[in-house]
């Protein structure tokens, strides 16, 4: 007789799954990201619209956003960054705990933007690492899904056993 | 209503202002150290009770009197303006007096316009930066600032040794940047209007 089954099947397999602990623990991740937004102008406008009913961020699992660094671990960054701003960027983004990823979401916050000037700085990528980088001015909401789902893409790929003994790059600043 | 007779019955006795212009509004050159009390006037007795605006304008290092501040009067009885000039008798360290004591919503106006050109707002209750960091040395908007930014570090220390940044000028190649509004969304972002030069390659002469 030919089964139809596919996927785990618990009378051939019984009650265990072997598979690799970084295939686990990422597949736990990607699958619930939760987001800090950092909105700072106009982008954060789409950001709310893709959390909202018609886009609908939570199909990826990741609509629960937080608004405390402590309680996040994916920084959106929707917006233009002043200079004055940057350094609030960068505490916010020191107070989350690992891992934790940023998506510089819209042209402002990816490169400064139409923004040449004195006042703003050219990309936010100056004082935090960017994982994913958003086009748009601002992106719409699919554009932002997108660049969450290469996002998990990336978490899905991470070496993340070996980086749980992995010593942090900076002390960072408190 | 602001005709002829309410403007010959504001000038009666009064030497410190003058009549510039009424093209689109009432505009009156009024000199620094009657400011308060003539704003003072225009409040209780004129019915101007509304500061819709104030700002400055620099004229240049070359010119005589370089900072004119502008302020924009608002009455709602007459239905109309009145703007008041008042030109800083320093070009070196432009200061007039401040009016918050008369209009409260000019304090932060003050900040900005001292934030931006650098003017003193005498007996002002908070006169520092509003947009800009308080150790930041320039006054942006002033006519020899270049629209790129001066380098100058990052207002936090600790932020800046971490990163390794600091406040950079724009790079300004190309510009300006402009959204064509039309055709396709990816076509229609905001994009330099001159593409044929970058860091890399020299603008063509």
């Known amino acids: 007789m030919i089964s139809n089954e596919v996927g785990y099947n618990s009378k051939v397999e019984g009650e265990v799954i072997v598979t690799r602990a970084d295939s686990v623990i990422n597949w736990i991740r990607k699958h619930s990201v939760w987001p800090m937004p950092m909105g700072l102008a106009c982008c954060a406008i789409e950001l709310m619209a893709s959390a909202a009913s018609r886009y609908d961020i939570s199909r990826f699992g990741m609509e629960v956003m937080r608004f405390s660094p402590r309680q996040s671990d994916c920084m959106i960054v929707a917006g233009t960054v002043t200079y004055k701003m940057a350094e609030v960027v960068r505490r916010i983004y020191d107070q989350m705990g690992d891992p934790k990823w940023v998506v510089a979401m819209g042209a402002c916050a990816s490169t400064g933007g139409m923004y040449r000037s004195y006042a703003v700085m050219q990309g936010v990528d100056n004082v935090v690492p960017v994982d994913v980088y958003v086009s748009g001015c601002p992106p719409r909401p699919e554009a932002l899904l997108d660049a969450m789902m290469k996002l998990q893409g990336k978490i899905g790929n991470e070496s993340s056993v070996k980086n749980l003994s992995k010593k942090p790059e900076s002390t960072g600043v408190s | ?205």
């Open chain 2, 1 to 205: 209503m602001i005709d002829d007779d309410f403007v010959k019955a504001l000038l009666e006795g009064r030497d410190f202002i003058s009549v510039k212009h009424r093209v689109d509004c009432l505009t009156l050159d009024c000199l620094p150290d009657s400011l308060i009390g003539f704003c003072k006037h225009l409040r209780d007795d004129q019915t101007f009770d509304l500061l819709v605006d104030l700002t400055a304008v620099d004229h240049g290092e070359e010119a005589d009197s370089r900072f004119q501040v502008v302020l924009h009067l608002y009455s709602l009885i007459h239905k109309s303006y009145v703007r008041l000039h008042v030109a800083c008798p320093d070009n070196q360290s432009p200061s007039i007096p401040s009016i918050s004591s008369v209009f409260p919503a000019a304090n932060w106006h003050e900040r900005e316009t001292f934030d931006m050109f650098g003017i003193k707002f005498s007996d002002h209750p908070n006169l520092k930066r509003i947009l800009m960091w308080d150790d930041y040395p320039y006054f942006p908007l002033r006519k020899e600032f270049p629209l790129a930014g001066i380098e100058v570090p990052l207002p936090a220390a600790d932020v800046a040794e971490v990163t390794g940044a600091d406040v950079d000028p724009a790079p300004m190649m190309g510009g300006p940047f402009v959204a064509s509004g039309n055709g396709r969304m990816s076509e229609a972002e905001p994009r330099a209007k001159d593409e044929s030069w970058t860091e890399e390659s020299e603008k063509p002469l």
